[in-house]
């Protein structure tokens, strides 16, 4: 159980276009997602925080035009980086969790290889 | 400001143990995870403490102090398998996630 899908795993695109990344969870309903950038040879940065229904919440130094996030459902969420630049290329890599108060492990998509050529 | 320490790098030889120590100082405390992660891949959950104590899981096992601040992860009959980086996190008082920078693992023959 507890199974979060991501889509597309990789994509290439070229600078000024915009990419989305679905986050899914397969077999619960996650209350919460998260989405993490990860550069090479770095640790997880959280770029947001999203509840289902109400705005994400973004982490200091994130520009939240240019990275958008929809909570749709209690089931998915999207990013989309919006006119992508080369420097935007990295490894996205959402989660989420069931949440409640003394618990709150995330579980991890496989996470989405952007290039931005 | 809260903070989460462990070591960059650490190498180890395939058979042998190894801990991997994690230090914390954040404003409250609601849980210690441990997550690994291969290159490329995203991270997968290994334990979760929240009392004080060792929880062991086969060849994994990890022990925290809160009164310390103080985690480790102990691995033992190490596989080249295990090479990956492991991430220690700590859950705040606000229930936020605080990520360490993550302990890259090498295994050597």
């Known amino acids: 159980g507890a199974v979060v899908s991501q889509h597309p795993s990789w994509v290439i695109c070229k600078s000024g276009t915009s990419v989305k990344i679905e986050c899914r969870s397969l077999?619960?309903?996650?209350?919460?997602m998260f989405w993490y950038r990860q550069f090479p040879k770095q640790s997880l940065m959280l770029m947001a925080t999203?509840?289902?229904?109400?705005?994400?919440?973004?982490e200091q130094g994130v520009e939240k035009d240019k990275f958008l996030i929809n909570h749709a459902s209690l089931t998915l969420s999207t990013l989309t980086v919006t006119s992508a630049h080369p420097e935007d290329s990295s490894f996205y890599i959402c989660?989420?969790?069931?949440?409640?108060?003394?618990?709150?492990?995330?579980?991890f998509g496989p996470g989405t290889r952007l290039t931005v050529l | 400001g809260q903070n989460i320490d462990q070591p960059t790098e650490m190498t180890a030889t395939e058979g042998a143990i190894v801990q991997i120590n994690c230090t914390y100082q954040?404003?409250?405390?609601?849980?210690l995870f441990w997550y690994q992660q291969h290159a490329g891949e995203a991270p997968t959950f290994l334990s979760y403490n929240v009392l004080d104590g060792l929880e062991e899981k086969g060849r994994f096992s990890s022990f925290l102090s809160r009164s310390k601040g103080y985690s480790y992860l102990l691995l033992k009959e190490l596989q080249m398998k295990d090479s990956a980086s492991y991430l220690c996190?700590?859950?705040?008082?606000?229930?936020?996630?605080?990520w360490g920078a993550g302990t890259k693992l090498i295994i050597k023959p």
């Open positions: 954040t404003s409250g405390f609601n849980g």
């Open positions: 077999d619960f309903q996650a209350t919460t």
């Open positions: 989660s989420a969790s069931v949440g409640g108060a003394d618990y709150n492990e995330q579980f």
């Open positions: 999203s509840n289902e229904g109400s705005k994400a919440t973004y």
């Open positions: 996190a700590v859950t705040d008082s606000n229930y936020q996630l605080i």
